[in-house]
């Protein structure tokens, strides 16, 4: 047990448990790591859709994340939803007084109804503070947008176009998530130190994509615990791509849960259930 990779959750929750704090729980114990969480919104949500958000006071979350570091090794952080700039910059202070090996962000600013849901100075504290910290970002094509304040692209060409301006916003590794391209694939686009490459996939033919974005980002904070310190480029890039994999996995096997009258969750249990 003195092994077991530790993770944390930075996130707002969902009481549906397919996404948010409870889903990247279920993504990082499934993946074999201890996790932790700290909350960052009480979302009143569920399977069809986010009818309220309540932000939890900067104060509270800092005590959470001030609790929990000064105890318990955490060895990867997963980001998702940050409300606005005061919230952004009491995570990165812990995050910086505590520094993990490893800090993936979910820019979780847009709902799959197509919703805003941080408002402008939210965004750009995301972008101004919390990107540069992370090691990881995964936007969908519509956050990615969000974040530009530019339309959302339409092609891989212009997924490809976008792509240097999100790697000039400080982050290492840039997953542009491509599942709002039309289309039978659904690729993903990975920019690294060392160059850019194509994920691809085929598009799973399932309503149950709630969560599909927590699930990918805990995912892959969950892989690179695993990983050891001096873990090579080509470590990190197989980590992110084992993640996708077992996303596709995740979503193929959702069929066999019938949760909620809207978009149902991934099957994060799946290799165990």
Not at 28 to 42: Q, R, W
Not at 70 to 79: L, P, S, T
Not at 104 to 120: E, F, N, Q, R, Y
Not at 138 to 147: G, H, K, S
């Amino acid at each position: 047990m003195s092994s077991l990779p530790h993770t944390l959750t930075i996130a707002g929750s969902d009481p549906s448990g397919g996404a948010g704090l409870q889903g990247d729980l279920k993504t990082l114990s499934a993946l074999g790591t201890y996790a932790t969480n700290v909350i960052t919104a009480v979302i009143a949500q569920n399977t069809r859709g986010v009818a309220a958000v309540h932000p939890v006071p900067a104060p509270v979350i800092a005590e959470q994340l001030d609790n929990l570091l000064e105890d318990v090794r955490i060895d990867a952080v997963k980001i998702g939803m940050v409300a606005d700039r005061e919230v952004a910059e009491t995570i990165a202070a812990a995050l910086r007084r505590h520094r993990p090996r490893w800090i993936v962000l979910d820019p979780v600013m847009v709902a799959k109804s197509g919703d805003i849901l941080v408002d402008a100075a939210g965004i750009a504290a995301v972008r101004d503070v919390l990107v540069p910290l992370a090691d990881v970002i995964t936007p969908n094509l519509p956050e990615a947008a969000v974040l530009l304040d530019t339309q959302a692209p339409r092609t891989p060409d212009a997924m490809e176009a976008m792509l240097p301006a999100l790697q000039a916003l400080k982050a290492p590794y840039v997953l542009l998530k491509g599942g709002h391209l039309s289309g039978e694939s659904c690729p993903d686009l990975l920019a690294t130190p060392a160059g850019s490459a194509w994920l691809p996939a085929p598009r799973i033919a399932t309503d149950n994509l709630h969560g599909t974005g927590c699930a990918l980002s805990s995912a892959i904070a969950a892989h690179l615990a695993h990983l050891p310190p001096d873990a090579s480029g080509e470590a990190i890039d197989e980590a992110i791509g084992e993640a996708k994999r077992w996303l596709h996995a995740a979503l193929e096997a959702s069929r066999r849960l019938a949760v909620g009258h809207g978009r149902g969750p991934v099957h994060h249990f799946h290799a165990w259930w």
